[in-house]
Structure formats: C-alpha cells, structure tokens
C-alpha cells in the first residue's frame, strides 16, 4: 500500500505547528530561565503571604 502525497493543507499546518511549538519551547525556556536566575541571586526568597515578617520590619536606631 502507497502512501498518497501530502496535500497542501498538511504541509501549510505543519509550518504553523512547527511556528507555535518553536514559540512554546522558547517561553518555557524563558520561565526557566527567570527561574534559574531568581533562584540563583542567593537571597531570601519570600512571597506575599499576608503575614507580619520580622526581616521586612526596620531595626530601630539608637
């Protein structure tokens, strides 16, 4: 059994698969990337969580 050319509606759709993977993979790494740099600054990492923290209240001086 042959297989039948491809029309030209299935190769028009791979091009735009192909374009929408391409700006998936590149987003994903660019949230890995802000990740990885966020991560990697080597501070506190605190989150809004509406609760009182000593570190953001300011030391009184003397």
Do not use: C, Q, Y
Not at 5 to 23: A, C, I, Q, T, Y
Request: avoid cysteine; charged fraction near 25%.
């Amino acid at each position: 059994m042959a297989f039948r050319p491809d029309h030209e509606l299935h190769k028009r759709r791979f091009g735009r698969n192909m374009g929408l993977g391409l700006v998936l993979v590149a987003f994903v790494a660019l949230v890995f990337g802000l990740t990885i740099a966020k991560v990697s600054g080597g501070g506190k990492i605190e989150a809004f969580d509406h609760t009182a923290r000593p570190s953001l209240i300011p030391e009184a001086e003397e």
